[in-house]
């Protein structure tokens, strides 16, 4: 309606950014017998790259720390790893995990093959260097190479509720890791790996192993492994968790020992110190465990 003004816009104007103006002879660019012109050359502000700031290919050699003529040696071929594979493999033949038997027709054969770790302390220090057997469970079949694999894990905040606990009533809570654990689970299923590499028997290199007990990497695995732990843990006098299975509880008059599983980690802590000395006794005598002492960190809390 002419005559009446418009009513202001909420939107705020935003001003171009700021253009800077650079002389520049046309001379310096192509020359030329006419007189020079001033031309103007926009000139953008631009953030520098990001690699600019964080290390690149381009890293000035002089900052590289280590020798670069240096060869690169790896693991599987250091004597440090043969001797942790030769390691590994006396504890199959020590918990009797399997037997070398001829090949048998119309049965499949899963692939093994051999993982590198360093073991490291809280400090991030490497404490020893570990070579694995592992069994290539991807290639198992449901209902030929195995049927049941559920296992309970502990969750953690479980893990979290046993600590609170421990320190509300003034508890030690000690850990201790099961060596090669899974070794120890006996298998229901009819099931045949071949032979490790470098390891292969010369004598009969046509050969496969028939697997009495779990490996590493198999389905089964920590199925075996719970089926094993849980019935000697009831059998010495403890009471399973209602709730979380992974909870075992052993009282007497006055005192009670708690402890919780985590795979092959287990945590434990008692009323009073002779009591923890005697579960690391029980479970001593029947799996052979490394004991790690008073608990200071552990892993995925």
Request: charged letters at 25%; glycine letters at 4%.
């Amino acid at each position: 309606m002419s005559g009446q003004q418009e009513p202001e816009s909420d939107v705020m104007e935003i001003p171009p950014p700021p253009v800077e103006t650079i002389s520049v002879s046309s001379s310096d660019i192509i020359p030329s017998e006419d007189p020079p012109q001033q031309i103007e050359v926009v000139q953008e502000v631009i953030d520098p790259l990001p690699h600019t700031k964080k290390w690149t290919r381009s890293h000035p050699i002089h900052q590289i720390i280590g020798d670069l003529q240096a060869s690169v040696s790896t693991r599987s071929k250091s004597a440090s790893s043969n001797e942790s594979m030769q390691e590994e493999l006396n504890q199959f033949d020590a918990l009797k995990v399997w037997r070398l038997v001829p090949r048998p027709k119309g049965k499949s054969i899963i692939g093994t093959k051999w993982i590198f770790k360093n073991k490291k302390d809280k400090d991030g220090i490497v404490v020893r260097n570990k070579a694995r057997l592992v069994a290539k469970g991807y290639r198992q079949e449901e209902g030929i190479d195995y049927d049941e694999t559920f296992a309970p894990v502990a969750r953690l905040e479980a893990i979290r509720m046993f600590l609170a606990f421990a320190a509300y009533r003034n508890f030690t809570v000690y850990q201790m890791d099961v060596k090669t654990a899974f070794l120890n689970g006996k298998l229901k299923e009819e099931v045949y790996v071949s032979q490790p590499e470098g390891f292969v028997d010369k004598d009969r290199p046509d050969y496969v192993y028939f697997l009495d007990k779990a490996l590493y990497g198999m389905k089964q695995a920590p199925r075996a492994w719970y089926d094993e732990l849980s019935p000697f843990l009831v059998k010495s006098g403890f009471n399973k968790g209602s709730i979380d299975t992974t909870l075992f509880i052993y009282r007497t008059n006055l005192d009670i020992c708690l402890v919780q599983i985590y795979v092959d980690d287990i945590i434990f802590s008692a009323t009073n110190k002779s009591l923890c000395k005697w579960f690391f006794d029980l479970m001593t005598s029947r799996f052979q465990m490394s004991m790690m002492g008073e608990i200071n960190f552990f892993l995925g809390l």
